[in-house]
């Protein structure tokens, strides 16, 4: 059975970094897109930053420049590095990875940004 574990997250203060890791484990012969999306209390379900196996890598306009996404293909894992935080990041930060034509998500990672 295919599970994607996240790591990572926490409470930091504004300016703040953390990175967030997210591994794909069980029977996976390839893995097409993986990223983040996030979901903030009252706010809608927003992709973060997501990359293809190929390396082609897109980010949402709110994390450009303080935000890096990279993926591992021999390890099956994602990771975001995330810089400059602000409390508007602060959400329930959730992997996916597009495997064998099925989109697959994590369980979710709390980032919280404050003071």
């Known amino acids: 059975q295919v599970q994607l574990v996240e790591s990572g997250g926490g409470l930091v203060q504004p300016g703040g970094s953390l990175r967030l890791s997210c591994t794909a484990s069980g029977m996976i012969f390839s893995i097409n897109s993986m990223g983040w999306y996030r979901q903030a209390p009252r706010k809608d379900h927003e992709l973060v930053a997501a990359i293809t196996s190929g390396g082609s890598i897109t980010y949402a306009d709110s994390v450009k420049g303080r935000f890096t996404i990279a993926r591992d293909n021999a390890k099956n894992t994602v990771y975001l590095e995330m810089n400059s935080l602000k409390p508007e990041d602060t959400a329930v930060y959730y992997c996916?990875?597009?495997?064998?034509?099925?989109?697959?998500w994590g369980q979710g990672t709390q980032v919280t940004v404050s003071s």
């Open positions: 996916h990875a597009d495997i064998h034509a099925e989109l697959r």
